[in-house]
């Protein structure tokens, strides 16, 4: 936890409300963004017991597995969730863009919109990856076949369970980290994943603190759990009976249907609160306005399904059970280099955040007192423009001189540290040499050099392409970690005359 996300808890607890942490959105909501909230039994290896799934908060439909442990309605369950699913992500297969690429030399075409699924926890998320586990993997043939959309779903629920653990992606988010990553709450981290008492605090009903927000949310009969894990009283008290209830009337029909229509009142009341929870937290999220760099990271979550459904759609397979090695550390290599990009663009974007960049001494916020546009350097080969500016900080300066700094105003400019003066009143000067953003010639496009009375920040935090790494090819790569077997060896010695002696 940060020093600044610290304060702001402990200023959360003392005012009874959650602190904003960011002043724009720093992630992507969709117009129809489909919401799930899933159930799954208790002492069951993720085996779903109900879902409410709908685009908007008046088509709420529930789906539900009236005996968890029976393998066929489970598979029934898939189906069903596969019947909205399904036909939500093809209406986002319509409009294409074209996009250059290889420097303007090529082009390639992407799809406008991309699908958005939200769910009410990261517990949420991992219900998904294991649904998708269990399903993309089902035979459509042969002995115990399923419907053709149940493995598809699978490998659907998979493909956004791997998006949502790529920092930035919106295709996949759970709402809890959604919320705690624009306020900070007087609870600890682990009571932040309960999205009642998450709300408590971030919006309070009239009257009520935060804290007695939260306290009143912690009564599982007031507000039920947000899913996956049932309450165990209600488990024990109400579902238990339901279900013993349906399958001990199996030679009835009349009685099943009450006993099924019984279930799904049952669990529909304990999912509608979360329901009209996940709908109010959207309009919470959408009532800041997004960040500069929001709409970039979307492009790549348009990229990633656009790029997966032409794979299904010339018949690509599942996704493996585990990446091999090369596999594996290609996917960790991708997941490090966008989580510092989305460092970065996320400090770019928010004052705020680049804030507790400040505190660690990585950024300082200074006043232009002297600028000199028109300075050229030419101790080299041939003179290029390299203006200077004076800045004026009352902030730490902890960067060396010599080091190349960033400013999130113009961040295709680089700065070098050419003096760093204390002066008076605990003020320090640090004198910077531009260069680049300035156009090609040896006068400085309008704009592009600061002017004295300009407040700016900068940081070391650079958003320059970070280029891929270069892995090895699977028939490259040792045996230990994934590749070809190494071949038995062969003596190239002749074979012994005598049985007692030895090759060697």
Known sequence: MSTLRALAKAQALAAGVAQPVATVRHLHLSPRPLVLVPLAMAGEANAPLAMLVGAAPDEARLLIVPQPRNRDQRFAFAAELAAVLLPYLDGHRGATEAVAVDRGRDVRHRYVDAPQLLVPNPAGVTFLRLLGRSTRFRRTDGEHPVPPSVPLLGRWSTFFAERAEHPGSSALVAMTDALTLHWATGQSAVEDLHLPALLGWIDPPAGLTGAEAAALAEDPTRCPPAGPATDPEFDNRLLAPAIAGYAAAEADPAARAAAYAELERLLRDQLAPTWELMWRGVGLLRALPPGARVEGRW????????????????????????????????????????????????????????????????????????????????????????????????????????????????????????????????????????????????????????????????????????????????????WTHGGPPTPAPTPTDPLPTHPDEPWT
């Open 299 to 478: 492009a790549g979550d348009r990229d990633a399904f656009t790029g997966y459904t032409e794979h299904l759609d010339a018949g690509g397979g599942p996704q493996p059970r585990r990446d091999g090695a090369v596999a594996a550390a290609a996917r960790l290599h991708r997941l490090e280099r966008a989580l510092t990009s989305y460092a970065v663009q996320r400090a770019y974007d928010d004052a705020l955040v680049m804030a507790e960049h400040r505190l660690a001494g990585e950024a300082f916020v200074g006043e232009v007192t002297l600028a000199d546009p028109k300075r050229v350097d030419d101790s080299g080969k041939r003179p290029v423009l390299r203006p200077r500016i004076q800045l004026v900080t009352t902030e730490p300066v902890l960067v060396p001189v010599g080091a190349v700094l960033y400013s999130p105003a113009r961040p295709a400019q680089k700065a070098r540290v050419v003096f760093v003066t204390p002066a008076a009143d605990g003020k320090t000067e640090v004198v910077l040499e531009l260069s680049g953003g300035m156009g090609r010639g040896l006068t400085a496009a309008p704009g592009s050099v600061p002017e004295a009375g300009e407040r700016l920040c900068y940081t070391t935090l650079s958003e320059a392409f970070l280029p891929a790494a270069t892995f090895p090819a699977v028939e490259e790569t040792p």
